[in-house]
């Protein structure tokens, strides 16, 4: 009786140590979660700006002249349209550059980059509110004598689907989307209450239940940061015009750099009558 009464109380003991464990995990990842999110470039804003003229970009400000990101202005005018770009969550803005310059190959476009807060010298610290914050003024510097097109990549997608939920434009593509930011932390730690967790939940499926656009999607057949699943139940829950390319044997990292040839197809979707 005394063994099974000592073998009770270590059963006791350690359970209660593994769930304090469990606890502390818990208040930890819920601290440090936008440090675990948010991965931002820490150049000087003279750096890129060197580095961005170099390669045709001009800064792009806001209307107190702060810097909010970089613009490829197309060389005939009037331009075909105007394109937004919401990166992903590591780097910065200026690491999309080569989407720019891919797309002016093809049509004379205006190609604004954002800049998030807290990344390459903008101000600020980075999160959804912050995030959507500065993409809303940004889409409302833009000229409403042509078509907004969005670009979003990975975070970004959110972002994007947030932008057109709630502003008129005119084609949207999302490089590795989800369905919301929940289902993918919930992936990546199945054992912690994510839902009550996380402060940034990006649900990009209830934004655009109000946008009603074309809408291309890119999937890669080897993300394991945001596998395919949820792309696809967005892709699947958007009732609008749609079309989806896939990248079977792609990683996350080789979907963010997709070729001409992929922009060329997204362009000839989203102009297409049928398709408005």
Known sequence: MQKKSTL???VIYGA???????LVLCVALTLAQRRLLYCPCKRSLASS???????????????TGQFIGW???????PARGQIL?????????LGRAQYAVDLQTIAPLDVYILEYPGYDGRPGSPSQKS?????????TLL????????????????????????????????????NNLTAVARHHLPIFPVRIMLRDKFPSEDYLKSYHGPLAVLLAGKDTTVPTEFGRKLYDG??????????????????????????????????KPAQR
């Open 49 to 63: 700006e060197k580095i961005a003229a170099e390669n045709g970009f001009q800064i792009w400000r806001n209307t």
């Open 238 to 271: 958007y009732d609008g015009p749609k079309k989806l390319w896939e990248s079977p044997e792609a990683s996350h990292i080789d979907v963010s750099q997709p070729k001409a040839q992929f922009w060329k197809e997204v362009l000839e979707f989203w102009q």
């Open 8 to 10: 009770g109380r270590k």
């Open 131 to 139: 995030l959507f914050a500065a993409a809303t003024e940004g889409i």
């Open 71 to 77: 613009k490829l202005m197309a060389t005939t005018t």
């Open 16 to 22: 209660i140590i593994v769930t304090g464990l469990y």
């Open 143 to 178: 000229s409403n004598q042509c078509d907004v097109l969005l670009i979003g990549e990975s975070l970004g997608t959110g972002v994007a689907a947030y932008l057109a939920g709630n502003h008129q434009v005119s084609g949207v593509c999302l490089i590795s989307p989800y």
């Open 85 to 93: 770009i919401l990166h992903g969550n590591a780097g910065c803005a």
